[in-house]
């Protein structure tokens, strides 16, 4: 799976000392909340629940701080929702005096799979280190534990490893301190359907333990500020916790450190302090324009906007060097845009789409800033949206098609759609297509479906797009989930596109974006 990953070690990065200091004035303050577990739970193996585990009571929680464990014995906490923060708990020595260290493993997880399967027979691509567990050697009993570390779970598995025969252990005060950047109060959901609204919870849950310093894409992994998530939580936190300085911060970062040529890295990484992930996506780095483009239009700020317009014009032009004599973008077969996690993906087409939809945004941005630009990018989106058409349209499928194969996906209609591609009665009969007659290369992630559902509203199919929403992000609620998963496919629940579930994100950014069509549209 090499294709998914991007090393560039000797690749020389500039750093914008002016942009990093904007950044570092904007660090959000963190709204902190106690938790204590709801309830202690044994878990069942259960085929016919979504990822195989189910939950059943065992005692209450007032009972656990009386239970004395013994080596080898141990006990899963069910938090009640999806927490993100710092574990704290008092461990009591019960029996002789201890006479040797406890030794305690913890394993967190988002759902229960992951405090159920053994972490040792992981095989995914991705780092093991992601998965969320801790030994603690307790040498002076009773102990007051105060882990340093940031996890994120509903389910806390504690394991006493060892203790010696003489003496056993006790549990008290276990709590969770979670942490947020979210502040407390979101407006209420105006909807008055029953089942949109809960699905707008579920967003806005998403979205809070995804706020922390910056917007991370996933609290569990990868804990950091990717642009294309970015993109998506900036139209949430439009409709909900309105923190536009937090989106502010997050458009400096992107400035702050870049490609020696300009180009915005695809990821940051804030500490030990900011550095640009060295992986560079053709779409990603568009999108740093639709963000700023969107922050404007929220916000007004129009020095912000001035300040980072050279830095938004600069992926403009880095992005034509990819288009060919033709006006197509050009293809190739390593990881050079994202558009979905896909393997048998062409993204040609789609990237073309993205291209002109940040063409679009470029040129509104330049009517405000650089109107010399307008009459040049006007001409650009016209030629970039005649090839599509005469290229990747074919009119015999009814259908656009991406790269020498002349692949049909998903991701080429609905990205062609959202450019404008076509006749807006062309547009319409796309999508209606796709409802009827669904390409084989179908959509993999909540990231790809959030922009299926946008085309939708697009071309005016409200009703298809409520249903949508239902029928994907309703069958999540319905599995069981209090915040949405990175990947989800009902048919395939067990797909990872890291070779894991284990590994999968439970609460994830790109995911939380019902909330906005809710919101927004008024659904
Ligand atoms: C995953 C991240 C993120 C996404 C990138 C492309 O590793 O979780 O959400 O934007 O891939």
């Known amino acids: 799976m090499s294709e998914a990953i991007q090393i560039n070690e000797q690749l020389p990065m500039v750093r914008h000392p002016h942009f990093l200091q904007a950044a570092d004035a904007l660090i959000p303050k963190l709204y902190r909340q106690i938790q204590s577990p709801e309830a202690v739970i044994d878990a069942v193996a259960d085929e016919h629940v979504l990822f195989g585990w189910r939950a059943q009571p065992l005692c209450s929680v007032a009972e656990l701080a009386q239970r004395e464990f013994k080596s080898g014995d141990s006990v899963i906490l069910d938090f009640g929702r999806h927490c993100v923060g710092y574990l704290q708990m008092l461990c009591h020595n019960a029996g002789s005096p201890p006479d040797a260290p406890a030794h305690l493993h913890l394993t967190f997880g988002e759902t229960l799979s992951e405090v159920c399967e053994p972490f040792d027979e992981y095989q995914g691509w991705l780092s093991s280190s992601w998965l969320q567990q801790q030994d603690l050697w307790l040498d002076v009993l009773p102990a007051a534990v105060n882990l340093p570390r940031r996890y994120c779970c509903r389910y806390v598995r504690i394991e006493v490893k060892a203790v010696s025969r003489k003496f056993r252990l006790r549990f008290e005060a276990i709590q969770l301190h979670t942490v947020t950047s979210a502040p407390p109060h979101c407006p209420p959901c105006e909807s008055t359907d029953a089942e949109l609204q809960t699905i707008d919870k579920v967003s806005v849950l998403t979205l809070k333990n995804c706020m922390q310093e910056v917007f991370e894409d996933g609290p569990k992994r990868d804990r950091r500020l990717w642009l294309g998530d970015l993109r998506l939580q900036a139209l949430v936190n439009d409709v909900t916790f309105a923190q536009h300085d937090l989106v502010r911060r997050c458009l400096y970062l992107f400035a702050g450190h870049t490609r020696q040529d300009g180009m915005v890295s695809a990821n940051v990484f804030v500490k030990p302090q900011v550095i640009a992930d060295d992986t560079f996506l053709f779409d990603y780095a568009l999108f740093f324009i639709d963000v700023l483009y969107n922050y404007l239009q929220s916000t007004e700020d129009v020095a912000t906007a001035r300040e980072l317009w050279p830095v938004a014009r600069r992926q403009i032009t880095l992005a034509f060097a990819r288009v060919d004599d033709n006006g197509l973008v050009r293809d190739s077969g390593d990881w050079w845009a994202f558009i979905d996690w896909q393997e048998s993906l062409n993204k040609q087409a789609a990237a073309q789409g993205v291209f002109i939809y940040c063409l679009q945004r470029a040129l509104w941005l330049a009517e405000r800033f650089e109107p010399e630009l307008t009459a040049d990018y006007r001409l650009h989106i016209q030629r970039l949206k005649t090839a599509a058409q005469q290229q990747l349209w074919d009119a015999k499928q009814g259908y656009f098609v991406s790269g020498a194969e002349r692949q049909v996906s998903w991701a080429s209609q609905i990205w062609l759609v959202l450019a404008e591609v076509g006749s807006a009665q062309?547009?319409?009969?796309?999508?209606?297509?796709?409802?009827?007659?669904?390409?084989?290369?179908?959509?993999?992630?909540?990231?790809?479906?959030?922009?299926?559902?946008?085309?939708?509203?697009?071309?005016?199919?409200?009703?298809?797009?409520?249903?949508?929403?239902k029928a994907y992000w309703g069958a999540m609620v319905n599995s069981g989930a209090d915040t949405f998963w990175e990947v989800f496919d009902p048919k395939h629940p067990e797909f990872s596109p890291y070779g894991s579930k284990l590994i999968n994100s439970y609460c994830h950014a790109w995911s939380c974006t019902p909330a906005w069509f809710i919101r927004l549209y008024g659904l």
């Open 426 to 469: 062309q547009r319409e009969a796309v999508m209606r297509k796709l409802l009827g007659q669904p390409p084989a290369i179908a959509m993999n992630t909540p990231y790809l479906r959030h922009h299926f559902i946008a085309a939708l509203l697009q071309c005016g199919l409200r009703a298809e797009a409520i249903a949508g929403i």
